[in-house]
């Protein structure tokens, strides 16, 4: 009988994370209930409900911990980026975003999956082929970090005066050294990948800090209200060896579709979301699941084969268009799929109203007016169709 080795479980920082949010949250309801041992609130004979209210601090402190530092890293990035010449595009956090528009700061509504804030700037011209990237990326987690002292050193001020002193700033304390270790941590998740795992790559390759370059760039110029298509036509050329797995260089390729769909290429961007998803297999899911709502979208009004729609509108895919619902491009590839493939007019009548909806709010003008011209296309294929079946 051979010897079956057994294989040693691989661990990851990744898998590790939600071990370390354990920590993290049995770190604060251990401080909030020892700081609260000898408070009125949790005194011997004191009711259950009593008790429960004792908590209330600190366990709000974590909520609003969650979001303060959100709001705090984003701001991170922002001083860092105008410290390294770079110059402001967009602010989000959660589905508000401010962008700035023809010199004028508007407010709009957007989100990404997986990402709870972000904040956009254009970059310096690079001198010498290079371009100053490390504070840019790092700053978020370092304002965490920063705003921890803060909150640290103002709870060892009022500790003796302030009866939840430790169930607040501990409190927003823990929550800002975790929130900034997973940032600055090199982590690769499913959606999205973490600020040190950019600066890492960005450290390490000449390609990738042109391509992050360049994607900064032009998210400058569709965060300003400019279209996809009229974007100068040589930043987006790809040879045989561009890496389509690196998620920097990726943002690239997806822009380049985007592109091509503005362009009405149709055929053409057929292709290139295929060439991206054959090329990109180690891409992270947020990306793919981006080039897979286009891919359906165009293999929906060009060759429309009931076999192909049904592979790529898979169950997984519909989560994600439900949890992109900010996103114009998600209800044009509904009311695509209802208008051309469901023929359900109520359906389709519903998902043009809610996309008519998000345009009052879309921050981005330029693919507003893309987007709508996309609509036009599907009704006018749609036009066709009925004349066909009469």
């Not at 992270?284 to 979208?297: G, H, M, P, S, V």
Request: with cysteine; proline share 3%.
């Amino acid at each position: 009988m051979h010897d079956i080795k057994k294989k040693k479980p691989k661990i990851s920082l990744k898998s590790l994370l939600p071990y370390a949010f354990g920590v993290v949250l049995g770190l604060v309801i251990a401080n909030i209930n020892g700081h609260n041992a000898g408070a009125e609130a949790a005194a011997e004979g004191s009711s259950l409900g009593m008790e429960l209210l004792a908590l209330l601090p600190g366990l709000a402190s974590l909520v609003i911990g969650l979001i303060l530092h959100i709001i705090l890293h984003e701001a991170g990035h922002l001083a860092a980026g105008l410290l390294s010449g770079y110059k402001f595009t967009s602010f989000r956090v959660g589905n508000i975003m401010i962008s700035r528009q023809d010199g004028k700061l508007k407010l709009g509504k957007f989100s990404i999956v997986g990402a709870g804030g972000q904040c956009l700037m254009s970059p310096p011209q690079p001198t010498n082929n290079t371009y100053p990237f490390a504070l840019y990326y790092l700053g978020g987690g370092l304002m965490n970090f920063i705003a921890s002292g803060i909150f640290i050193a103002v709870f060892l001020l009022t500790k003796d005066t302030f009866l939840y002193s430790g169930d607040i700033f501990i409190t927003l304390a823990v929550v800002g050294v975790f929130l900034g270790l997973i940032n600055i941590l090199p982590l690769k998740f499913s959606g999205i990948v973490t600020d040190g795992h950019n600066f890492i790559s960005l450290a390490k390759s000449e390609k990738t800090r042109q391509a992050n370059w360049l994607l900064l760039t032009a998210n400058a110029c569709i965060s300003s209200g400019e279209r996809a298509k009229n974007l100068p036509e040589e930043w987006f050329v790809f040879p045989e060896d561009y890496d389509f797995n690196d998620t920097l260089s990726a943002n690239i390729a997806t822009m380049g579709l985007a592109r091509l769909i503005d362009c009405h290429k149709f055929d053409e961007a057929k292709i290139f979301a295929e060439t991206i998803l054959s090329k990109g297999d180690k891409l992270i899911e947020l990306l793919k699941n981006e080039i897979r709502c286009e891919l359906l979208f165009l293999e929906i009004i060009c060759e429309k084969r009931p076999d192909e729609i049904e592979r790529l509108f898979t169950t997984e895919l519909k989560k994600y268009i439900m949890a992109s619902k900010t996103h114009l491009s998600k209800h044009r590839l509904m009311y695509a799929y209802e208008k051309l493939v469901s023929q359900n007019d109520e359906n389709a009548k519903k998902s043009l109203v809610i996309f008519n909806k998000i345009c009052l709010a879309y921050p981005f003008s330029g693919e507003r007016e893309s987007e709508k011209e996309l609509i036009g296309i599907i009704e006018g294929l749609a036009g066709e169709l009925y004349k066909r079946s009469e």
